[in-house]
């Protein structure tokens, strides 16, 4: 069973705070790995993808990959309110023809 | 346009009835799936289809049926609504290219069954 685990919150962080969101993961051969965003009641948004081990940023984003942990993590930088969602993370298999396997989401809540 | 529509976006309907919703893109994308949202679960595959003849299970499909008349249309099924299959159903795409890609979501649409 392929699994992907988050904690499911709420994380609430100040504005302007370093938000950090982790995610672990029980297939050894996941190779690619996705951050969604979801406010309440609309569809997931990809923001990050990141496939190999070490950081990748994005404006405020910033995604880390550690495959000897099976760890993947998101922070956002300078949190805003408007960041406030449900943060899910995804992953798939080395060769992509399986479909992706989410995890519960985390939700986030950036006070004011 | 929406790249991903799904119709309808909104839905109650009594127990037993027969429902289908509907996914149509334009992105040209092979792959197509649905998936359904509780509160607390996440989103859990119902089915997806890499391509028009290729329909394969997810891990929660008793209770659906799917059609892929077409590379850009997909559709879900639910041949006798119950209750416990009220929920946020979600369709999305990806396409084909590099080792692994992420996926284009639909709308959603918020089926009631009472």
């Known amino acids: 069973q392929k699994e992907v685990e988050q904690n499911s919150g709420p994380l609430s962080v100040p504005e302007g705070a370093i938000a950090s969101l982790n995610c672990t993961y029980s297939?050894?051969?996941?190779?690619?790995f996705f951050w969604y965003r979801q406010y309440s009641g609309k569809s997931p948004e990809l923001i990050m993808s990141?496939?190999?081990?070490g950081d990748k940023e994005d404006g405020r984003f910033t995604a880390q990959l550690n495959k000897a942990s099976q760890y993947v993590s998101l922070l956002i930088r300078d949190s805003q309110p408007s960041d406030s969602a449900t943060y899910l993370c995804a992953v798939n298999a080395r060769s992509g023809n399986t479909p992706l396997v989410f995890g519960k989401g985390t939700r986030l809540s950036v006070i004011a | 346009d929406a790249d991903v529509t799904q119709t309808p976006r909104n839905r109650i309907t009594k127990t037993g009835k027969r429902i289908m919703l509907e996914c149509s893109q334009t992105?040209?994308?092979?792959?197509m799936y649905w998936y359904r949202q509780d509160p607390g679960l996440g989103l859990r595959l119902i089915y997806y289809s890499f391509d028009v003849k290729d329909i394969n299970k997810g891990e929660i499909s008793d209770g659906y049926s799917v059609s892929r008349q077409a590379q850009a249309k997909f559709s879900l099924s639910l041949e006798s609504a119950i209750p416990n299959q009220t929920a946020l159903y979600f369709c999305?795409?990806?396409?084909?290219?590099?080792?692994?890609?992420?996926?284009?979501f639909g709308s959603g649409t918020r089926l009631t069954v009472v």
């Open positions: 992105k040209g994308h092979d792959r």
């Open positions: 297939d050894r051969v996941s190779q690619s």
């Open positions: 999305a795409t990806s396409d084909t290219t590099g080792t692994g890609v992420g996926y284009t």
């Open positions: 990141i496939y190999s081990n």
